[in-house]
């Protein structure tokens, strides 16, 4: 059998396919179902200094082949979080990844800071949260903002750094460019697409927060697209996410540069998902004869 | 749900043996999907989720059903049995349903439209202010603004109520966190609960109308 095995800035996942945050909590829901070795690495909920008690109802809408969300980053904070669930996750034999968000450059640094004195295998850095008004989304929109905070919480980042990527920008291999410049291990995108619906009814928005990040099905070929540029843009590894529902979508994504993959909203549509795509892509590579996943990253010819 | 993202959030209406009996309202395009399912065919569920009405039968229970809120009393009312009191409230004539499923329970079962086109005309409230005395405790499933008041009159009475809430979901088990519920602390704050995994069943006196 191939080997699904990959190597994301020096940490070791048995097979690239990584839980998106925010879509698997801290692993226990998921974890009642199959063992959570299924997934090669988990990025948690995003966490941030203090507990936040999220966005009020409806949070939720469903979009043709998607959905949007707007959680708001409800989170029981860092401290809950290195106490509370860690010493569990690391029992689960998986990459550990802990999300971490904030509303100011200090907060990033303090927590970063924070979560580097701990067990976690390494760090994503969420300046694309949608959903918050200080959720750290002004820190992810242009290169220079980009720039500023990865090169200010890499002083204080001793793990693995993954900056995650919003699309809602102009040109992301420009912003990819610029997290690598400042220090990023690594990146990870798409994160969610802001979008918004209505109820015609009463001419209200369907989700409280007005506005929601999109996710699902529908933003795959955004996904797509924006890995493709940024692999072609940067030499550090790339995660691609985005709408990845099926393991024909694994492989594509890997085709457009994905080192790596998470999937995130497809748990909620079929929370066996991680288990069918890694049979397909094991399938996959041996129809194909590829002895290695990491032979298909980035091999879409143009 | 062939073609559709998430998955549709349906509460049990009866268990027979191994069977258990879903009874839903075409809302949308999920559950016109969901009612165009061939006899026989097979659809993929995860159940149980989240929590029920606790039943105590040598309490004296109210069961509250507003419209299709009516269906998820059905199993409890009767695990409650003859001593209970059932009230099922719907929109109209055209929209009453499991009549004769909660009469055979025996116990007493009184129903209002809100045209007064059959049953009693008015609120599931209103029939409720002769009964409520003798209750023990209330369980009670429909909109919102129903419970609301329902709630405010088990507080006046000081009788203990349960309601079965709805919200907008996606992943069911509580891990996405999208079915929030506004839940008053002791200290006068506000937290959020998850309609999937703490509930839909809560004590009304925590929910924040």
């Given at each position: 059998m191939a080997n699904l095995s990959v190597n994301i800035a020096g940490v070791q996942f048995d097979n690239p396919i990584i839980a998106a945050s925010?879509?698997?909590?801290?692993g226990h829901e998921y974890g009642e179902l199959y063992?959570?070795?299924?997934?090669?690495g988990i990025s948690c909920k995003?966490?941030?200094?203090k507990e936040r008690p999220g966005n009020?109802?409806?949070r939720i809408a469903e979009t043709p082949m998607g959905m949007l969300n707007?959680?708001?980053?409800?989170n029981p904070g860092v401290e809950h979080f290195i106490h509370t669930e860690l010493p569990w996750l690391k029992k689960q034999n998986t990459v550990v990844i802990a999300n971490a968000a904030g509303s100011t450059e200090e907060d990033y640094c303090k927590i970063v800071e924070i979560l580097s004195d701990?067990?976690?295998?390494m760090i994503e850095l969420?300046?694309?949260?949608?959903?918050?008004?200080?959720?750290?989304a002004q820190f992810g929109t242009s290169p220079e903002s980009v720039a500023k905070i990865t090169a200010a919480v890499r002083k204080y980042c001793t793990k693995p750094l993954i900056i995650k990527l919003s699309?809602?920008?102009?040109d992301i291999a420009a912003v990819a460019k610029a997290a690598e410049f400042s220090g990023a291990d690594a990146v990870s995108l798409i994160n969610t697409l802001t979008g918004m619906r209505i109820d015609i009814n009463t001419?209200?928005?369907?989700?409280k927060n007005i506005t929601g990040g999109m996710s699902g099905p529908a933003v795959f070929p955004v996904a797509v697209r924006m890995v493709w540029q940024v692999k072609k843009a940067v030499k550090i590894p790339v995660i691609g996410l985005g709408g990845i529902t099926t393991w024909q979508d694994a492989v594509e994504m890997i085709m457009a540069g994905a080192d790596a993959i998470q999937i995130g909203t497809v748990l909620f549509t079929d929370p066996y998902a991680p288990i069918k795509i890694a049979e397909g892509l094991h399938g996959y590579l041996d129809s194909h004869e590829i002895d290695s996943v990491t032979q298909l990253t980035g091999t879409v010819e143009v | 749900m062939p073609g559709k993202t998430l998955r549709r959030p349906i509460s049990v209406c009866d268990v027979e043996g191994d069977e258990i009996r879903i009874v839903f309202e075409i809302r949308g395009e999920g559950t016109a999907i969901l009612a165009a399912s061939e006899v026989g065919s097979t659809i993929n569920i995860i159940a149980p989720l989240g929590n029920g009405f606790e039943i105590d039968q040598s309490k004296k229970t109210i069961f509250i059903g507003g419209g299709i809120g009516v269906p998820p009393m059905l199993y409890s009312a009767r695990t409650a049995g003859e001593n209970s009191v059932v009230i099922n409230g719907f929109r109209d004539k055209s929209a009453v349903i499991l009549t004769e499923d909660f009469q055979k329970i025996g116990c007493r079962v009184i129903e209002t439209t809100d045209n007064g086109?059959?049953?009693?005309?008015?609120?599931?409230t209103d029939p409720l202010k002769e009964v409520i005395?003798?209750?023990d405790m209330i369980c009670a499933c429909g909109p919102t603004p129903m419970l609301r008041n329902i709630a405010k009159a088990a507080k006046e009475h000081h009788i203990p109520c349960f309601v079965s809430l709805e919200q907008r979901m996606a992943?069911?088990?509580?891990?996405?966190?999208?079915c929030a519920v506004g839940i008053r602390k002791e200290d006068g704050g506000l937290r959020y609960k998850h309609v999937c995994k703490d509930g839909p069943v809560f004590n009304a006196e925590e929910v924040d109308w």
């Open positions: 925010g879509t698997i909590g801290f063992p959570l070795s299924v997934f090669g995003g966490t941030t200094l009020p109802p409806p707007a959680v708001g980053l409800q701990t067990d976690v295998d969420n300046i694309s949260c949608p959903n918050v008004k200080e959720g750290g699309p809602n920008v102009a001419r209200r928005p369907i989700i | 086109s059959y049953g009693i005309h008015g609120f599931v005395a003798d209750a992943c069911g088990v509580g891990a996405c966190l999208g």
